[in-house]
């Protein structure tokens, strides 16, 4: 069971590891694109590298960020119910968000493998392939579908959820810097 939590982590870590290589591209890119302008050069295909890279960057550390809390949780609700009310509705949230999750990462890869079939590239100045940051973001939302599967799945036998930990421990993380 421990190198099949390792292993998950691993596979997170991966994720977000991804998302700040494409954020990093991002900044990279438009460095470029600054720098050249004062040189009277042009960037061809910077305005779609982009846009690829933001997809990335935004679905691929998913995973990342939820195991570690850094998702925003709205707790208006299920925040003032206890007992196996709230057992009940913290599951159907996960199982529905991890199913929703599923069939993006599915329609997404669908996206991608019918651009990979039919050579589908951008309509930009230059012709990228779009099967590349479509399969990332299939990638990236389905590890997060993973993710919540993952803590469906200790929330189910009796344990804490990461974004419960993670809570937990911003809390005290907080107390502390207040003493």
């Known amino acids: 069971m421990a190198a ?55 679905l691929l550390p998913l995973a990342y960020a939820f195991r570690h809390g850094a998702h925003i949780r709205v707790d208006l609700i ?23 999750c599923a069939f993006l990462a599915f329609a997404m890869a669908d996206l991608a493998y019918d651009s ?11 012709p990228w392939t779009l099967w590349y940051p479509q399969a990332a973001c299939a990638l990236g939302c389905a590890l997060f579908a993973v993710a919540l599967l993952d803590d469906l799945a200790v929330h189910l036998s009796g344990g804490t959820p990461s974004y419960r930990r993670a809570a937990e421990a911003s809390a005290v993380a907080r107390a502390a810097e207040e003493i």
Request: charged letters at 15%; a neutral charge; aromatic letters at 6%.
């Open 78 to 100: 299920i925040g003032h119910v206890r007992g196996r009310a709230r057992f009940a509705m913290e599951a159907l949230a996960l199982a529905l968000t991890a199913g929703l």
């Open 4 to 58: 099949l939590r390792r292993g998950l982590d691993l596979l997170y870590l991966l994720g977000g590891i991804a998302g700040g290589i494409a954020l990093a591209a991002i900044a990279g890119i438009i460095a470029a694109q600054v720098v050249g302008r004062q040189f009277g050069l042009q960037l061809a295909g910077a305005d779609d590298l982009t846009a690829f890279a933001v997809a990335g960057s935004a």
């Open 116 to 126: 990979w079939q039919f050579e589908d590239v951008a309509q930009g100045t230059v």
